[in-house]
Structure formats: C-alpha cells, structure tokens
C-alpha cells in the first residue's frame, strides 16, 4: 500500500500543508508513522478523505450541475478573440485550460484573479500512472 507524506498528501488535496496536518491533529485523517519516523497517510485513507471532502464542497455548492468534476481555483489568463476565448484555471496544483465563446466569458464577467470553478464532464478521459 502507497503511503503519503503529509506534503505529498497537501499536493494531492489542493491545500497547504499546515492545514492537512492540522486536519490529521484533529483526527480528521488517520495517519502513521513509517520506518523514518515521518508521519504518512496510507493511500485508501487518504483517498477516502479526498471523496469526504469533495462531498462536502459539492454540498455547499450554490449550483446544481450534472458535472461531477469540479475544479474550484483561480482564473490565471484569459485570451479573447472575436468570436472564441480561452481561459485558464490554477486548481491547486492543476492548470485547466477552457476554450468558450467570449460571449459566456463576457456573460460571467471573468477577470484574472477571481474565484472560478471548472468543471468537466467527459466521455472520454485517459488517465496516467504516475
């Protein structure tokens, strides 16, 4: 089994690491200690807190979307041209690039530096080993 340090587990959760370990002080997530002494996450648990926590930011949601995946960051670029724009998205450690019309942009009034969340619904996503 995959252990995680607590840095390694921040990364995958898109949060600092003084808040994941706080989250593992308050028991929040179960944590161990490996064959150096480090404190580490063991890879179910720490998949099964991320699926907590999405459930969680998916309830305080003000939309309802089919969309499962959601990506909440901060918009980093935006090209408009004529017809067609493109907006990027730093999502924890995740850049999401949109290609829409510069009308809905213009509609969601898009600026760099705000709050955005992207969302994706796919029928086809290919996933990598890493």
Do not use: C
């Not at 959601?70 to 730093?90: M, N, R, S, W």
């Not at 829409?100 to 619904?121: D, I, N, P, S, Y």
């Amino acid at each position: 089994m995959q252990s995680y340090t607590i840095g390694q587990a921040a990364r995958l959760l898109g949060v600092s690491p003084d808040t994941a370990r706080r989250w593992a002080d308050a028991g929040r997530v179960a944590t161990h200690r490996d064959e150096s002494g480090r404190r580490v996450i063991d890879g179910k648990s720490l998949a099964a807190f991320s699926v907590e926590l999405a459930q969680v930011d998916d309830e305080e949601a003000s939309s309802y979307t089919s969309a499962r995946n959601a990506f909440p960051g901060i918009v980093t670029a935006i090209k408009l041209g004529d017809i067609a724009a493109q907006v990027e998205i730093q999502a924890g450690p995740h850049r999401l690039v949109s290609l829409l019309t510069r009308e809905a942009v213009e509609e969601l009034g898009l600026e760099v530096g705000m709050q955005a969340t992207a969302r994706v619904k796919s029928t086809s996503v290919h996933i990598d080993r890493t």
